[in-house]
């Protein structure tokens, strides 16, 4: 990872300009997601530029910046190695962020003139609490992805925050990597790495080590947390995962419901209502019916491509025809590279909305609460939040069908505070009501009765 570049003061955290963002992804939010936040105090974080370096690897001997130097940095493990990072004019403004960044005219899974590697920030408040919050971005999105949702909010409260794009971005993620699996195993190597780094780069910054150590993440981010709370316990103290990825070699995976939903959506949509049970098996919920249109021009099929290309590269048929039983041993072995177990190690608390029409709650929540719960006595709690999708963004068109995550995300991470450094447990595993008419739920969330 390499050193500090230069030195960008920012008000809100380092925002990315809007031209640099990459292609969209099928786990993006839409416009009108809720994460307004009236009241709370303004950020003040500085912002450290850093360049980009891949790990492990050489950076060309010449850089195409007039305005460059040597520097030195120390990768996690005590490895010493030399990056060549551009300098940048800096800006005025308070805080202190450590932000990665390949050069503008560089685009996502596009070869650039160095090797691409993951990119992350980290952002390190003036009034620090003593924690550090860590995320992987959902979907196949930038380090950017999660400051609404996440970064904004822990910032505010005095964590160091940090966050990676995964190592790979974008709709052509699954081009990284030699083998079958690569790409989405790298997820959680990068998320390791960016863990031990984050916690080196507060103890330089504050003096000392963070207290405490959260992992949150949203859709694919989520599966991050549950992979890094069975892999990896040591670096963490807890974790947040919201409407998480499951995948299990046997199933259920993408794989095991994804082609049934594009089998069966065409007919349900020309008319058949004996379709309706297919989708309904398929695990889409009863009442989630307005949200099926969306989802089948947005999501379905995409999302099984993209997946499918990564794990099965070999198949040239149709989506909808995708047969995961049926599909070479190798296909299975690749899934169960990145495979989870339930056998978390830490807190964990796990949500997801009940309409998610993306990933279904009965082939994904629902299955990993089972398996953590078959693995005996866990530190672990699950809540279904009746009426949630997969993403908050379509909440502003259906306010009245339509509940956010966002807020029983942040109640959670509330109650995860108390457990792991008072032992107050959170409230038990439950399914959350749609409140009454009246209540708050774009900012409000009750775990409990």
């Not at 990768?75 to 800096?90: E, T």
């Not at 505010?156 to 925050?161: K, L, M, P």
């Not at 993403?391 to 068109?397: C, F, M, Q």
């Not at 995300?409 to 792991?420: C, G, P, V």
Request: net charge positive; with cysteine; hydrophobic share 30%.
């Amino acid at each position: 990872m390499s050193a500090l570049a230069s030195v960008q003061r920012s008000r809100n955290a380092d925002r990315p300009n809007p031209a640099d963002r990459g292609p969209p992804d099928p786990a993006a939010p839409r416009p009108g997601e809720p994460g307004a936040r009236a009241g709370e105090p303004p950020l003040r974080t500085r912002a450290v530029r850093t360049g980009r370096a891949e790990a492990g690897g050489r950076l060309p001997r010449r850089s195409h910046h007039r305005r460059d130097r040597r520097v030195r940095s120390h990768r996690p493990g005590g490895l010493r190695r030399a990056a060549r990072v551009r300098d940048a004019q800096p800006e005025r403004r308070p805080g202190h962020a450590d932000r990665r960044v390949l050069p503008r005219r560089l685009r996502l899974q596009h070869p650039p003139r160095w090797n691409h590697d993951a990119q992350f920030v980290i952002r390190l408040p003036e009034r620090w609490n003593g924690g550090l919050v860590v995320a992987g971005s959902p979907g196949n999105r930038r380090q950017y992805a999660n400051d609404v949702t996440i970064s904004d909010w822990v910032l505010a409260q005095g964590y160091a925050y940090a966050a990676t794009d995964k190592g790979n971005s974008g709709l052509d993620f699954h081009k990284d990597g030699r083998r079958p699996g690569d790409a989405v195993a790298e997820w959680n190597r990068r998320l390791t790495e960016l863990t031990r780094a984050a916690q080196q780069t507060a103890a330089r910054h504050y003096g000392h080590r963070p207290s405490r150590t959260y992992a949150a993440g949203i859709s694919n981010g989520g599966y991050l947390v549950r992979w890094q709370l069975e892999n990896r316990p040591r670096l963490y103290d807890g974790g947040i995962d919201a409407e998480g990825t499951l995948w299990r070699a046997d199933g259920p995976n993408l794989f095991t419901y994804l082609p049934q939903i594009l089998r069966a959506y065409p007919a349900y949509a020309s008319g058949d209502a004996s379709a309706h049970g297919d989708l309904v098996d398929a695990g889409l919920a009863p009442g989630s019916e307005f949200l099926w249109p969306y989802h089948d021009q947005v999501y379905w099929e995409l999302t099984q491509r993209i997946y499918r290309e990564e794990f099965d590269p070999g198949y040239e048929g149709a989506e909808a025809e995708y047969d995961f039983a049926s599909r070479p041993r190798e296909v299975r072995r690749a899934v169960d590279r990145v495979s989870l177990t339930g056998r978390i190690r830490k807190p964990l608390i796990s949500l997801q909305g009940t309409y998610d029409s993306l990933l279904p709650i009965g082939s994904n929540g629902d299955a990993y609460a089972a398996l953590v719960r078959d693995r005996g006595k866990a530190p672990f709690r699950y809540y279904r939040v009746e009426g949630a999708n997969h993403t908050d963004g379509l909440v502003d068109a259906h306010p009245d069908r339509l509940r956010p995550l966002l807020p029983c995300m942040r109640s959670a991470f509330t109650a995860l505070e108390a457990w792991t450094a008072e032992g107050t447990a959170p409230p038990p595993s439950a399914t959350l009501p749609k409140p009454s008419g009246g209540t708050d739920t774009l900012n409000t969330c009750s775990l409990g009765s």
